[in-house]
């Protein structure tokens, strides 16, 4: 899963809620997709699945950097004209 797990807290703005005491309500977990990017957003993860989105987007972050680390050696074999 590509994108950026985050973790916000808020406040509701009932009167006497303990949010407007200073004890926030989350943390929420939410996943940004499109980062710097026009048309980029938050989609709510429940609870029960932040950890599972947890490892998704830590597995795309690996295969992210792989492909990251075959695309510098290509650019290397193509610089020596030994791209095949």
């Known amino acids: 899963m590509a994108g950026t797990l985050t973790e916000q807290r808020r ?3 009932k009167e006497g809620c303990r949010c407007a005491q200073g ?3 989350g943390p ?4 940004s997709l ?3 990017q026009r048309g980029g957003r938050l989609v709510y993860v429940p ?5 599972v989105m947890r490892r998704h987007v830590e ?3 690996g295969a992210e950097e792989a492909l990251a680390e075959v695309s ?3 650019v290397e ?3 020596r004209r030994e791209l095949d």
């Open 11 to 13: 406040r509701c703005g």
């Open 23 to 25: 004890e926030m309500h």
């Open 28 to 31: 929420y977990v939410y996943l």
């Open 34 to 36: 499109g980062r710097g």
């Open 47 to 51: 609870a029960g699945l932040a950890e």
């Open 59 to 61: 597995l795309s972050e």
């Open 72 to 74: 510098a050696i290509n």
């Open 77 to 79: 074999l193509l610089a």
